[in-house]
C-alpha cells in the first residue's frame, strides 16, 4: 500500500513539475541563456589569456633564438681567436639555450593548439546562444499568439449578449 501511495506522489510530482515547467518554459529558456552568455563570457576571457600567453612564449623564444646567435658568433670569433676556454663556456651556454628553446618551442606550440581548441568552441557555442535566442523570440510570439487566442476564446464564449445574439439569429432563420 505505502509502495502504491508513493508510486501516486512520484506521479503527481512528476506532472506539477512538467507543469510548471511547461508554464515558465519562457523564463526558464531566458535563464539558461543568460547562464550560457556567462559561460560565454568567461571561455572568451581564457581565449584572450591563453592569445596572450602564446604571444608571451613566442616573444620569449624570439629573444631566446637572437641570443642563441649572438652567442654562436661570439663562440665563433672565439675560436678564431684561439681563445679554447671561451669558445667552450660559449658551446656550453649554447646547449643550455638550446635545451630551454626546445622546451619553449613545445610550449608555443601548445598553447596554439589550445588556443585553436578554445577559439572553435567559443564560435560554436556562440552560433548555439544565437540560435537559442532567436528560438525565444519565436517562442514568445507563439505564447503571446496563444495566450491572446486564449483570452479570445473566453472572452467570446463567456459573454451572454453574444450567447443571445447567437440564440435570436437562429430563431430568426
Given amino acids: 500500500m505505502l509502495s502504491l501511495i508513493k508510486t501516486l506522489l512520484d506521479g503527481a510530482s512528476a506532472r506539477a513539475e512538467d507543469n510548471l515547467k511547461d508554464r515558465f518554459a519562457i523564463d526558464l529558456v531566458a535563464q539558461r541563456i543568460r547562464d550560457a552568455e556567462a559561460g560565454l563570457a568567461a571561455a572568451k576571457q ?17 629573444q631566446l633564438d637572437r641570443r642563441i646567435a649572438d652567442l654562436e658568433t661570439r663562440t665563433l670569433s672565439a675560436l678564431s681567436a684561439n681563445n679554447q676556454a671561451l669558445a667552450e663556456g660559449g658551446a656550453s651556454a649554447i646547449a643550455e639555450l638550446e635545451n630551454e628553446r626546445e622546451v619553449r618551442r613545445a610550449t608555443v606550440k601548445s598553447l596554439g593548439e589550445k588556443t585553436l581548441r578554445m577559439r572553435l568552441s567559443v564560435e560554436q557555442a556562440h552560433r548555439r546562444i544565437i540560435g537559442l535566442s532567436q528560438g525565444m523570440i519565436s517562442a514568445r510570439a507563439i505564447d503571446a499568439e496563444r495566450k491572446a487566442q486564449s483570452r479570445l476564446n473566453r472572452s467570446i464564449g463567456r459573454t451572454a449578449s453574444i450567447n443571445e445574439a447567437e440564440e435570436l439569429l437562429a430563431r430568426i432563420k
Fill in 46 to 62: 581564457t581565449l584572450a589569456s591563453l592569445i596572450v600567453r602564446r604571444r608571451a612564449e613566442q616573444t620569449s623564444l624570439d
